[in-house]
């Protein structure tokens, strides 16, 4: 029963904490999913609204933000390229110098391994 | 460990060259062109400027400004550092005992890891600007809470923003480290202790403060640079400049306010204060540490 009981609390404190983490994501969702008129009348929603498919539609494909010049689909494709080339070039610039600095006799290897650090 | 030498010459510059060149570009640099700037005072515009000596770093010490940043940042680092910390303990441990639901647990704790600082704050202004905020009215019928003019609300806004992200990537790591403590040790201390409280802090902690160590750095790195995003989406430095981190403070200066002097002694600072803290720890505490 005792062995019951910690795994009960256990279970609770890690509750707590996903309500601590989740809380805020699951509300700007959820808001997400209203008019602007009812944000701007109530404050921040914690249900679901049914102007999901229009709220998405109009920000991923219409050109919006400060100079009306980017959508947000443009905005993501722009992300990935981003992320991607950057993890790239680091991870193979890296594998580089690290092969350099163990496999050669290298008379400055502790500079260079300084100067990177 | 057999490792096979080469000793060609020129293979070995040609392997380095690529990283050699991008950090001397972007680093090396531009860190001479801070020092630079920051030994001389400059017009807006960059046309002319004159050698000052140490006339910036006098400038940067008796303003009163930078003081309260300075004050703001260390209490930022102490704070936020021991909560995220302490909290991220807490649940890995939680999802390490658990029997049921480890992995449902563990993939909905870590997505605030994944969210950009600046979003961060922008979630948080959603809890706590007063137009919009959910909790602000809740907060304000409590004990007037009102961030705009009384620096404690502020200071909480944006320790409860900047805590919030550093949980579950503390979280994380702490579980990999809990899950890397071998068996057998575990259960020779169930033999030894009875109370699990204590089992925790004599046997376990310990075996962690490798994960720890590396962690406290981490956080410090985050609670000095990164939350220059949170700061710039919720409170800007409010109340009368009482919530401005030092990197906030040299970016208005530089960018916004234009006085490169200023903002490149702040920078050296800055740069001085985090190499006393890293060899600060890498001195005391990492004597401490037992890596197997």
New interface residues.
Partial sequence: MSVNFS?IL??L??VL??L???I??W??FA?STHDNST??SE??QMGLGNHFIENYYRVLNIKSGFFEGISASSMFINSFIMAFGIATLTV???I??A????????KFAVP?FW??F | MKRVQFSSYFTQWFFVAPQLIIIIIFLYIPIVQTFRDAFTSQDPFGFSSTFAGLDNFRYTFSDPNYLIALKFTCIMMVVVTFLSMALGLLLAVQANNVIHGKSAYKTLLIWPYAIAPAVVGLTATYFFSERLGLMYAVFHDLWGFNWMNNPIDAYIYVFIAATWKQISANFIFFLAGLQSIQKQIIEASLIDCKSSFRRFWTVTFPLLMPTTFFLLIINITYAFFDTLGIIDTTTLGSPGGETKTLVFKSYLDGFIGMDLGAAGAQSIIMMLLVLIICVFQFRFIDRKVHYN
């Fill in positions: 795994q256990i279970h404190i890690l904490g996903l601590l983490m989740i805020p994501i509300m700007t808001s944000i701007l404050g921040m193979l610039t890296s580089m110098t092969y350099a600095i163990v496999y050669f006799k290298f260079i100067i990177f």
